[in-house]
């Protein structure tokens, strides 16, 4: 059974990621600046949940490491909006420092899946 749970634990992560994210755009002043930075980060933002759905779905071990890739590209992505928010400062809100030290967290455990995938690929070859 906690097999089970620990399974979904990163995905729950992700989507919690997301709901951050979301919560932080709501937070954005309405304008130019503001609705740049929404949009941009609702996408980023939420992408990294369902990028990592379809990699429990790989069609094949490149598949899989591909959209590992992807989603640690959209963290990357969403980090540095959240950075750009927090440098400008276009608001002021423990949110965002939240949202930010948890792109940091997910950067970091998404490199080391990445890089222990690679190696097991590595292995596999030899």
């Known amino acids: 059974m906690e097999n089970k ?3 979904f634990d990163l995905e ?3 989507v919690d990621f997301a709901c951050m994210c979301l919560e932080v755009c709501e937070l954005l ?3 130019k600046a503001g609705q740049n930075l929404e949009n941009q980060l609702s996408k980023s933002g ?5 990028i990592y759905g379809e990699a429990q779905a790989a069609e094949s071990r490149p598949d899989f ?3 590992m890739k992807l989603v640690l590209k959209e ?3 969403s980090r540095v909006n959240l950075k750009i928010i927090k440098r400008k400062p276009v608001v002021v809100h423990e949110k965002v420092e939240i949202a930010f ?7 970091a455990i998404f490199l080391k899946s990445i890089e222990t995938a ?4 590595e292995r596999r070859k030899k």
């Open 5 to 7: 749970n620990t399974k």
């Open 12 to 14: 729950d992560r992700l």
């Open 29 to 31: 002043p309405n304008t």
């Open 46 to 50: 939420t992408a990294p949940a369902l």
């Open 65 to 67: 490491l591909h959209k």
């Open 75 to 77: 963290i990357r992505e």
């Open 101 to 107: 030290n948890e792109s940091n967290e997910l950067m």
């Open 118 to 121: 690679k190696n097991n690929d």
